[in-house]
């Protein structure tokens, strides 16, 4: 079965910290996504990338960095966490072709930030 | 915004009742998609359908989608207190490199 693992479930780290959410699928799928959702806000794109070392900024990159050095895992860094980065955040990944294909989800990472 | 949004928030019905759920979106669209996700869970795909498609259907599932109106819905026939979670659409807009979900609406199937 196809899968898509993040580290954590439930995250609960202090302002100004740096915070590492990790993600590691096993479908060889070159695209990945991190996501966060909040409440009436829907999935909000943080980053995505396409290939091993590439990625591109999503809607709201502000306050993260990604990191994508093997095509399995693609992480998600918070490089000073601020209370208003607590959410969920959700990490998929998809083949790459002509056309957007479904997406596939970890489970999510609920993080607190206190 | 070119973010598709459902059509209702939320929804209550009993089991054994068609649960309706509307997505609208902005601009044109290479296909639509449809999730769910159940409480503190990621998303599931649920089906696909193409803009060169008006009606797919998978088991209990059936969609249809009118690019006239830029509007998709999503039946679930029969429902069950299983398919209590929230539904999702997410377009794949022309020209554009993101898929692009919606706010969602919640679906309680009462048994």
């Known amino acids: 079965d196809v899968k898509v693992t993040q580290s954590s479930r439930y995250l609960v780290k202090r302002t100004g910290e740096k915070v590492f959410l990790e993600c590691v699928q096993d479908?060889?799928?070159?695209?990945m996504f991190w996501y966060r959702q909040d409440p009436g806000l829907g999935l909000r794109l943080i980053y995505f990338?396409?290939?091993?070392?590439?990625?591109e900024k999503g809607d709201i990159p502000e306050g993260y960095s990604v990191s994508r050095e093997k095509k399995e895992r693609f992480s998600l860094i918070l490089e000073s966490a601020s209370t208003n980065q607590t959410s969920m955040y959700l990490c998929?990944?998809?083949?790459?072709?002509?056309?957007?294909?479904?997406?596939?989800f970890g489970d999510g990472t609920r993080l607190s930030i206190l | 915004s070119q973010q598709g949004e459902e059509d209702p928030q939320a929804l209550s019905i009993q089991e054994g009742e068609n649960a309706t759920m509307n997505c609208s979106y902005k601009t044109s669209i290479n296909n639509l998609q449809w999730y769910r996700q159940n409480s503190g869970r990621g998303l599931v795909h649920l089906i696909l359908?193409?803009?060169?498609?008006r009606e797919k259907h998978s088991g209990r599932l059936r969609v249809t989608l009118d690019t006239s109106k830029k509007s998709s819905s999503l039946l679930i026939t029969a429902s069950r207190a299983a398919d209590t979670a929230s539904y999702f659409c997410a377009t794949d807009h022309t020209g554009g490199f993101k898929t692009i979900f919606g706010a969602g609406t919640r679906l309680f199937v009462k048994a």
């Open positions: 359908i193409r803009s060169n498609e």
């Open positions: 998929a990944s998809s083949k790459r072709t002509a056309f957007n294909q479904p997406q596939h």
């Open positions: 479908m060889d799928h070159e695209n």
């Open positions: 990338s396409y290939d091993v070392k590439m990625k």
